[in-house]
Each structure stands twice: as C-alpha cells, then as structure tokens.
C-alpha cells in the first residue's frame, strides 16, 4: 500500500505546483488510457509517477487504475485541494501524533479520511453529513450498490459521479486504497465489493448511534 500513498502524494504534488499538469491529468477523466490526451501521458509517465513493471501481471489494468486516480486528484475543487494539501502538510509535522490527526477527524467541516478507508465509508459518511431526506431516499446506497455490480469499464465510469458526489459533502477519500482496490477490480471485484458494502453499512449504523447519543453534534 505504501507505494500506492507515495503516488498519490506525488499526484498531489504535482497539481499544486503546476496548473498545466493538473489540466492535463483531469483530462483523462473517466477514460481509457487508449483514449486519452497525449498531454496526459506527458504529465504521468515523464516525471516518472508511473513506476510499475509494464511486463508485469496484470499491468494493463493497473496502469488504468493509476491514470484514473490522477485525474480524480485533478479533478478536486479548488478548496478540497487546498484543505487536503494543509492537513497532509500538517499531519507530516514533527510532533503531530497520531491522536492529534484523529482528532481532526472529528471535528465538523470538510473531513479528510484516515488511511485504509474504503469507499464504502466515505460514502456513509457523506450520507450522514448531506439532509435527512438523502438517507431516507436511499440514493446514496443505491448508487454503491450500481457500483460494485460494475465491470472494470463500468466502474471507471461511474467513479468521476461518485467522487464528485463525495466532494459537494466535503468528504476527501483515500485515494491510495481506491487505487489499490481499482487496480484488483477485474479479478478480485467481490471482495472488494463486499468489504465496501460491509464498511458502508456499519459505518453508516456507527454514525447513525453516534448521533443518537448527541444529536447536538454534526456527523463528520
């Protein structure tokens, strides 16, 4: 997992510090690699982002799943990219202890979610942070579910909705665990599948007692 976080630092990085590579890269969103911009090429394979073997099993849809991670990072609002590159920063601090990033978590506003979370939970908690009428509707748990009966080539369409969905809730995902999972998808899509509803719904039940407990406290 630790080279799938450094890409996506490096990603994030690179969106900082140069528009044009950041236009780039949101322009193969929700593409196959066959099909995008030569400058989306240019922006991931020429300062070396891209590090695994092409020879390697299964390359093809890892690299697929690299080129649409990057153009998801791209793709975030301008002050989701800024809140998530000051708490990077500030959790990379010495002397910032883990705690101290927990509980940030947990305070109300745009949350930024731990390493190792599945998509599933972020979207439990943006359900919880959007209107009663949301969670009764079931929208949110019907899109998951659309999402996980997906092939490969379904998924990667449907993920661009979702993240942006994500991000109007102001939940900031891991990407480096979408990554991970992405890259496993074709062969390995039901236990991703499962572990993503499974942490949807007892994230959901977690947030739902939480609020029970303290109605006065927005869900975070």
């Known amino acids: 997992m630790a080279r799938y976080g450094e890409f996506v630092d490096r990603v994030r990085k690179l969106c900082r510090e140069s528009p044009g590579a950041q236009s780039a890269l949101r322009a193969g969103l929700g593409k196959p690699v066959t099909e995008v911009p030569a400058r989306v090429h240019a922006a991931l394979l020429r300062p070396g982002l891209i590090r695994e073997d092409p020879t390697g099993r299964g390359y093809a849809d890892k690299e697929r799943a690299y080129y649409a991670v ?17 708490a990077h920063a500030d959790a990379a ?10 509980e940030e978590r947990d305070k109300p506003g ?24 949301e969670l009764k ?8 579910h659309l999402l996980v009966r997906q092939d490969l080539d379904g998924a990667h369409r449907m993920l661009p909705g979702v993240f942006r969905w994500l991000g109007s809730s102001s939940v900031i995902p891991d990407y480096a665990c979408l990554l991970y999972d992405l ?10 599948a499962t572990r993503w509803l499974q942490s949807f719904y007892r994230s959901l039940r977690r947030l739902e007692t939480a609020a029970e407990r303290n109605p006065t406290v927005s869900p975070t």
Request: glycine share 10%; no cysteine.
């Open 110 to 133: 745009t949350t930024l979610l731990l390493p190792g979370t599945s998509l599933g939970e972020s979207i439990a908690l943006a359900v919880r942070r959007r209107s009663p009428d």
């Open 183 to 192: 890259s496993r998808w074709r062969y390995g899509r039901d236990p991703v």
């Open 70 to 86: 990057a153009a998801l990072i791209a793709d975030r609002p301008r002050a989701q990219r800024l809140f998530e590159d000051a």
């Open 137 to 144: 509707s079931g929208a949110a748990e019907s899109r998951l």
């Open 93 to 102: 601090e010495p002397g910032v202890r883990g705690d101290q990033v927990g």
